[in-house]
């Protein structure tokens, strides 16, 4: 199956951690200049993480080959949020704070398909296409919700997550999407970190993550170095014919040059592949995609 594609997908820089306060602005934006030195061009960000769109911002001025994607729906200060008018000024808001006159993409951030359906936000977030200040609209999440955004004809890119924790979106909706033309960004393509050290901060995403991977005897499957790890979870990502951009959650501009790497060095051994899926059909087909 992955031998299908003639290269991999591209890799962009997942912006969650350049919004942390463990960043300094000037590893954060050293971080967005050495992507864009190893032609990293696109950047994911959004509202919730913390620094990250104002950060993007200040560098993406004066670097117009930067591409930004970032995501609407909540956190605009005296607005209702998931309501037309929060769409309508958070693209304002994005528009602002990444110094850009046209966003290159524009996610509705992981709500649910109750929100996306009937209360207006898809027709907001289609309006500010048309008017231009958007250049594509995108559906950012899981199940439901992201096969509904899908079949919609509407929107030009969809984010989900691909791993080999966490494969329903690859086998239910994906190849749907890449069939209508709907651009993938995979997300969460490293696990979210599940294989560092257990941190008492972490998220109930890497707990599920670890327990997964345990379940599925990866550690057998992949070793235990976490370099080698990373490079193979890089290349199940890249490398799937419905994925054109996996995104590199990283504040390291090792690990980030690391992913372009790992995904140029070619797709996973066929027989590795084929066991890997067994073995999720086997004990993980009820798993839900991880938001
Ligand atoms: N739409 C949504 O709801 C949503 C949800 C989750 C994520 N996202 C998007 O997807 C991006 C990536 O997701 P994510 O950050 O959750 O997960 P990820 O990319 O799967 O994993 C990021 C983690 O992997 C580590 N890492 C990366 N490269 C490594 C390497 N070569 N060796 C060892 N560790 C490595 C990073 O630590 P270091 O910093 O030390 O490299 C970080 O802890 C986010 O930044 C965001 O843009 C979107």
């Not at 972490?202 to 080698?228: C, I, K, M, N, T």
């Amino acid at each position: 199956m992955s031998a299908a594609r003639p290269g991999p997908a591209e890799i962009a820089l997942g912006g969650g951690p350049l919004g942390a306060d463990s960043l300094s602005e000037q590893d954060a934006a050293g971080l967005l200049a050495f992507a864009l030195e190893r032609g990293v061009t696109l950047v994911d960000t959004a509202p919730s993480y913390g620094a990250s769109e104002e950060r993007i911002g200040r560098f993406a001025e004066a670097r117009p080959e930067l591409r930004v994607s970032t995501k609407v729906g909540y956190a605009v200060p005296g607005v209702e949020d998931w309501t037309s008018r929060c769409i309508r000024e958070g693209v304002e808001q994005a528009r602002r704070r990444l110094r850009r006159d046209v966003l290159d993409v524009v996610h509705l951030h992981s709500c649910p398909l109750e929100v996306l359906v009937g209360r207006g936000v898809v027709e907001a977030l289609v309006d500010a296409r048309v008017r231009g200040r958007v250049a594509k609209i995108a559906y950012s999440g899981q199940g439901e919700a992201l096969e509904w955004a899908v079949d919609s004809g509407v929107f030009d890119v969809v984010q989900t997550s691909v791993s080999p924790v966490d494969r329903r979106a690859l086998s239910a909706v994906l190849p749907r999407a890449k069939e209508r033309g709907v651009e993938v960004l995979a997300k969460r393509a490293l696990a979210s970190g599940a294989l560092a050290e257990p941190h008492p901060e972490d998220g109930p995403d890497r707990a599920e993550y670890r327990r997964r991977w345990q379940a599925l005897g990866l550690s057998e499957e992949l070793g235990q170095e976490r370099a080698s790890v990373c490079d193979a979870l890089i290349r199940f990502a890249a490398w799937q014919p419905e994925v054109d951009v996996v995104l590199v959650g990283t504040k390291s501009p090792g690990h980030l040059g690391a992913a372009c790497d790992a995904a140029a060095a070619g797709p996973l051994d066929p027989e590795l592949l084929s066991r890997l899926a067994a073995t999720y059909a086997e004990v993980g087909a009820e798993w839900p995609g991880v938001i």
